[in-house]
């Protein structure tokens, strides 16, 4: 018997990097690149399906889990942020109703910048903030900079 109860959850997860904000999001605004900058996702992929603007979707492949699907809900490179959801596959089904934001910042021009993940989702544990410090950390590697923040409410 489970006696964990679900709960709502906000989850905000912030790193400076040491790199314009354009360089940044060149890296984390390709809907379809997360697993070349992301560690925990070696595979993303386009559905054939698609082709409607609106039916954006990927394809995540995670090591021994099954895949899951996620869709576009709004891109906006002149301000450097995308919005997306669960769309389909178990992991939606344990951590219910996820909605989420990446987000560039440009914070000091051409050098340096502030990147935003945030999210919102109903689960019985916080299963987002080390997956998007992994993703933090690996930008960090790659550009310099450091974790600013992190909160779950």
């Not at 560690?39 to 394809?59: A, L, T, W």
Request: charged share 25%.
């Amino acid at each position: 018997m489970n006696t964990k109860e679900y709960k709502n959850w906000r989850v905000v997860v912030v790193c400076e990097l040491n790199t314009s904000a354009a360089k940044a999001w060149y890296l984390v605004g390709g809907f379809y690149n997360i697993n070349q900058w992301h560690p925990d996702i070696p595979i993303c992929e386009v559905q054939e399906e698609q082709g409607e603007e609106r039916d954006i979707r990927r394809k995540l492949s995670f090591p021994g889990q099954t895949p899951t699907w996620e869709e576009l809900v709004f891109m906006d490179n002149e301000n450097m942020r995308y919005k997306y959801k669960w769309h389909k596959g178990a992991w939606g089904e344990t951590t219910q109703k996820y909605h989420a934001q990446i987000q560039v910042i440009e914070t000091e021009l051409d050098k340096r910048c502030l990147v935003q993940w945030s999210s919102k989702f109903y689960a019985t544990e916080d299963g987002l903030t080390q997956f998007y410090q992994n993703g933090f950390e690996s930008l960090i590697n790659k550009f310099g900079g450091r974790l600013i923040n992190n909160k779950n409410i």
